[in-house]
């Protein structure tokens, strides 16, 4: 059975992705200026294929950085704990950031990531994340820029997995629960 069987819906199509982000990408490029030159933190995996996208739209210099962050024992719930497998290379001191997400779920791992970097003094650091799902939030998080909220399905695409697969979806979509209730 091919990938596309395991969808029940697509929720975001491809050229609404690409038509939102490319507004997204302004927004940004209205608030940064040059002299700012962030950093942007791809947090990985789940963000790669949004970062790519994104970064291109972008007009002011800025630096790219990836950090590999999981949550450890996840299923289809985020479990709260978070576990850094690939810390920054950049050293973010005095520097502005914009960590970049593909979904913000319970809101815990950005939680973690957030204290994480202030321990390391940036001048300032913003969010911005493809999907946002506020309806399971369990900790407030400054959400400062965000493609689409979600409702509380199980989406998958564009970077987003489920057991790994289906990241390389183009589109977001919405796993059938025969998927992982199996
Ligand atoms: C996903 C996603 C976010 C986090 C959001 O990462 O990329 O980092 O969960 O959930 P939360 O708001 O409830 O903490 P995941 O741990 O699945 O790793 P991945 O990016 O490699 O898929």
Redesign the pocket.
């Known amino acids: 059975m091919s990938m596309y069987d395991d969808i029940e819906k697509i929720l975001i199509s491809e050229q609404e992705l690409q038509d939102r982000i490319a507004e997204l990408a302004d927004e940004m490029n209205a608030f940064y200026t040059d002299a700012d030159r962030p950093v942007l933190v791809c947090?990985?995996?789940?963000?790669f294929m949004f970062l790519a996208d994104l970064t291109r739209h972008l007009k002011f210099r800025h630096e790219l950085d990836f950090m590999v962050?999981?949550?450890y024992g996840?299923s289809t719930k985020?479990s709260g704990i978070v576990r850094i497998l690939l810390d920054l290379e950049t050293n973010i001191q005095d520097r502005n950031v914009i960590i970049v997400?593909?979904?913000?779920?319970?809101?815990?791992?950005?939680s973690y990531i957030l204290r994480h970097f202030h321990a390391r003094h940036p001048a300032s650091v913003r969010i911005c994340t493809l999907l946002n799902k506020p309806s399971r939030r369990e900790v407030e998080i400054p959400v400062d820029f965000y493609g689409f909220k979600v409702p509380d399905e199980f989406v998958v695409g564009y970077g987003?997995?489920y057991a790994e697969e289906y990241r390389n979806l183009p589109f977001i979509g919405v796993l059938k629960p025969s998927v992982y209730t199996m």
């Open positions: 947090i990985l995996k789940g963000a962050v999981s949550s996840r985020s997400e593909d979904i913000v779920d319970t809101g815990r791992t950005l987003l997995d």
